[in-house]
C-alpha cells in the first residue's frame, strides 16, 4: 500500500485534491470513483518527490524546524507505546503543510509494506538527511528506537535553536544596511540633483567633493538598471564559481586564515561535527560509519578532509583524537575531550561537552562580532551621510565667489 496524491473532479465540475492511500494508481482511481469524483491524476508521493529532487526546485527538502517539530512529535508518541504507523499517522494529520504530510504518509505506506522506518525515510533523502536515517536503522536495530527518536529529538531542536539564534542575530545588522543602501541610494537619486541643480549654472569651479557627488548622481539616475544587473551578474558569477571545487577549496582554506572568520568558522564547523558523531556514537552508530556520516554536515572542505582522512587513520587502527589531531585544523579542547572519552570508554559523554564548549564559544564570539559589528555600521552610515552634506554645505560657504 502506498500514499498517493490526486486531482479529480466532481459532478459540478469542482476540482478536488487530497491524499489516499491504495495499492496502486489503478485502487486510487477506484476509491475515487466510490466516491462519485471523475480521477484526472494520480500520483505516488515517493515518485512525485523523486521528479521533484532531479529537477529545479526552490524549495527541495523540509527545513529544519518542521524537522525538529516532527522528530520530537514521534518521539513522544513512540515513548508512549503507539504503534509506528499509527504515530507517523497521527503526526501527519497534525501537519498543516500538505507536501509534509504526504511525505509522512508515504513514509507510513512503507512500514506498513513490512519495510523499516529508516527505508520509508531512505524514499525521501531531501527531507531526511543521511544522519538522520543511519540513527533510525542504528534504533531499530538495536530494538530502543523510542530512545534513539528523544536523542534525535534533542539534536535537531539544538540545532534548529543555533541556527535560529544566528538568523535572529543577523536580522538587525541586515536590515540597518538594506536601509542605509535605500536611504543613500534614494538621496542621490531625488534629493542631491534638486539641490546642486542651483551651482551648477555658475561659472565657477566646484569643489572636487560636490563634482564627484554630482557625478554619482549622474550616473545612478542614468545606468540604475544596469547597476542593479551587474551586481546580480557578479553575484551570480561568485556563486557559479564558489561551486567548482578548486575555487571552493580555496575560498574555505582563506576563511580559515582569516583572524576573526577563521576561528568562527572553526567553532560553527566543530560544533556541529561532535554535537553529530555524538548522537550516532550513542545511537550505536559503528564509529567508521558515524565519522563518514558526520563529516558530511561540515561545510568547510579543509576540515571535511581532514574527518575523512582521520577515518582512514582509525580504520588502519589509529585513536580518533590522534587521528583529527594531525591536521591541526580542529581545536585543542575538543581533541583533548575526545582522547578523554576513548581513555574512559566515555566518548559520547566527551563529545557532547564537546560540542557544548564549541557552541557556547560560537554564541560568545557572535555576540561579540555584533556588539562590534551595529555601531560599526551606524558609523559608517553616519560617514557617508556627512560626506553627502559636506558636498552640499561646502558650494553655500562660498557662494559669494561662485557669484563672482
Given amino acids: 500500500m502506498g500514499a498517493f496524491e490526486y486531482v479529480a473532479m466532481d459532478k459540478a465540475g469542482k476540482q478536488a485534491k487530497g491524499l489516499l492511500e491504495g495499492d496502486t494508481p489503478k485502487h486510487v482511481r477506484q476509491l475515487l470513483r466510490d466516491r462519485n469524483l471523475l480521477p484526472v491524476s494520480v500520483t505516488e508521493v515517493a515518485q512525485r518527490e523523486a521528479r521533484r529532487q532531479r529537477s529545479f526546485s526552490l524549495r527541495r527538502g523540509m527545513s529544519s524546524a518542521e524537522l525538529a517539530l516532527i522528530t520530537r512529535q514521534l518521539a513522544s508518541l513512540s515513548q508512549s507505546g503507539l504503534p509506528l504507523e499509527e504515530a507517523l499517522l497521527a503526526v501527519s494529520q497534525q501537519n498543516d ?3 509534509t504530510k504526504s511525505m509522512l504518509l508515504g513514509v507510513r505506506a512503507k512500514v506498513m509494506e513490512g519495510h523499516t522506518l529508516a527505508d520509508g525515510f531512505s524514499e525521501f533523502p531531501q ?4 544522519l538522520y536515517r543511519a540513527t533510525v536503522a542504528a534504533g531499530e536495530q538495536s530494538g530502543h528506537l523510542d530512545v534513539v527518536l528523544e536523542r534525535l529529538a534533542d ?11 544566528i538568523t535572529n542575530a543577523l536580522v538587525y545588522p541586515i536590515a540597518l544596511v538594506v536601509m542605509a543602501v535605500a536611504i543613500i541610494s534614494f538621496m542621490l537619486a531625488t534629493v542631491v540633483p534638486k539641490i546642486v541643480s542651483v551651482f551648477e549654472n555658475t561659472s565657477a569651479e566646484l569643489p572636487a567633493l560636490t563634482s564627484g557627488l554630482i557625478a ?14 551587474g551586481l546580480g551578474v557578479v553575484a551570480y558569477a561568485t556563486w557559479w564559481v564558489l561551486q567548482r571545487d578548486v575555487p571552493r577549496r580555496r575560498y574555505h582554506s582563506l576563511l580559515l586564515r582569516l583572524p576573526v572568520i577563521g576561528r568562527l568558522t572553526r567553532g560553527v564547523n566543530t560544533a556541529r561535527f561532535t554535537r553529530t558523531l555524538s548522537i550516532l556514537a550513542g545511537s550505536g552508530v559503528p564509529i567508521l560509519e558515524a565519522l563518514n556520516i558526520s563529516a558530511e554536515v561540515i561545510e568547510n572542505l579543509p576540515m571535511r578532509d581532514a574527518v575523512m582522512e582521520a577515518t582512514l587513520r582509525v580504520r588502519e587502527g589509529g585513536s580518533i583524537s590522534k587521528s583529527l589531531a594531525t591536521s591541526k585544523l580542529f581545536p585543542p579542547m575538543m581533541i583533548h575531550l575526545i582522547s578523554s572519552g576513548e581513555a574512559g570508554g566515555r566518548l559520547e559523554e566527551m563529545l557532547s561537552r564537546a560540542a557544548a564548549g564549541q557552541e557556547r564559544e560560537v554564541d560568545g564570539l557572535i555576540a561579540a562580532l555584533l556588539g562590534i559589528l551595529q555601531p560599526l555600521l551606524i558609523i559608517i552610515m553616519g560617514a557617508i551621510v556627512l560626506t553627502i552634506v559636506l558636498a552640499i554645505l561646502l558650494p553655500i560657504f562660498e557662494i559669494n565667489n561662485l557669484i563672482r
Fill in 97 to 99: 503543510q500538505p507536501r
Fill in 127 to 130: 527531507a531526511f538527511p543521511e
Fill in 155 to 165: 539534536y535537531t531542536e539544538a540545532r534548529q535553536e543555533l541556527r535560529q539564534r
Fill in 216 to 229: 554619482t548622481s549622474d550616473f545612478l539616475r542614468a545606468y540604475w538598471l544596469l547597476v542593479i544587473i
